[in-house]
């Protein structure tokens, strides 16, 4: 007769987080692959399918991943110090844009205004031009609408300036040595922890079903729920 998870066991709040529940799915295909666990599926005549094995083992994910608490728990600690910096710099930087929606508002805006007034006051100074109206009023008009002509390419060649001094500001940086050795610690505390799971938890807790007997970390085996009718 197996032996069945406690129902303690199976309705214990589930600490793998969300984001980490589909690298553990991902190691139970894995050991479900492995030539270890079908092999023991073969000696044991097929007594129970690989999505059977698959469904029992989602069901203890809480009491299988307990195998690796203590790497987990140094991962998860390790990633929280590799996202901090990044987070930090990213609130770091939005003072320095608060306040400063003005600017490119006139820099819009100024430009728009001198280009119409440079066409207006050029079109009324070359009509009057045209038709010999006044010659020292078209005379000014022009020369009114070269200065605005002036003053929107001025305006125009400075809001570009500007443009390309902030897409040079606010270009990434480089991340820092601390940040990529934060990194790559949270990279081998991840590696360690899915091999951990894997090993101690998962590829036992298999063999256990399959055998029908307790797994030598102490996993009970578990039928799908048939101990509830």
Same mark, same amino acid.
């Given at each position: ?90 609130? +770091? ?7 400063? /929606?003005?600017? *490119?508002? #006139?820099?819009?805006? %100024?430009? @728009?205004?001198? =280009? ?75 590696? +360690? ?7 101690? /938890?998962?590829? *036992?807790? #298999?063999?256990?079903? %399959?055998? @029908?007997?307790? =797994? ?14």
């Amino acid at each position: 007769m197996p032996f069945f998870v406690s129902e303690d066991n199976m309705h214990e709040p589930d600490f793998l987080l969300a984001e980490d529940r589909p690298a553990f799915e991902r190691l139970v295909d894995q050991a479900l692959n492995s030539e270890e666990i079908k092999e023991a599926i073969s000696h044991r005549d097929g007594r129970l399918s690989t999505e059977q094995l698959r469904t029992q083992a989602l069901h203890a994910r809480s009491a299988i991943a307990a195998a690796a608490a203590s790497e987990y728990r140094e991962y998860l600690e390790l990633r929280s110090a590799a996202i901090r910096p990044l987070s930090s710099q990213h609130v +770091a930087k939005i003072p320095a844009r608060t306040g400063s /929606g003005l600017l *490119p508002a #006139l820099g819009v805006l %100024i430009p @728009g205004l001198a =280009a119409m007034a440079a066409a207006i006051f050029l079109l009324f100074g070359f009509g009057l031009r045209a038709v010999g109206l006044r010659s020292d009023v078209a005379d000014e008009l022009v020369s009114t609408g070269m200065a605005a002509a002036g003053m929107w390419a001025g305006v125009t060649l400075a809001g570009l300036l500007c443009l390309l001094v902030a897409a040079a500001r606010n270009q990434p940086t480089a991340p820092s040595a601390d940040q990529e050795g934060a990194s790559l610690a949270a990279n081998r505390a991840y590696e +360690a922890w899915r091999d951990t799971v894997l090993e101690r /938890g998962v590829i *036992p807790f #298999l063999l256990g079903q %399959i055998d @029908g007997t307790r =797994a030598d970390n102490g996993l009970e085996t578990w039928d799908g729920g048939a101990s509830d009718h």
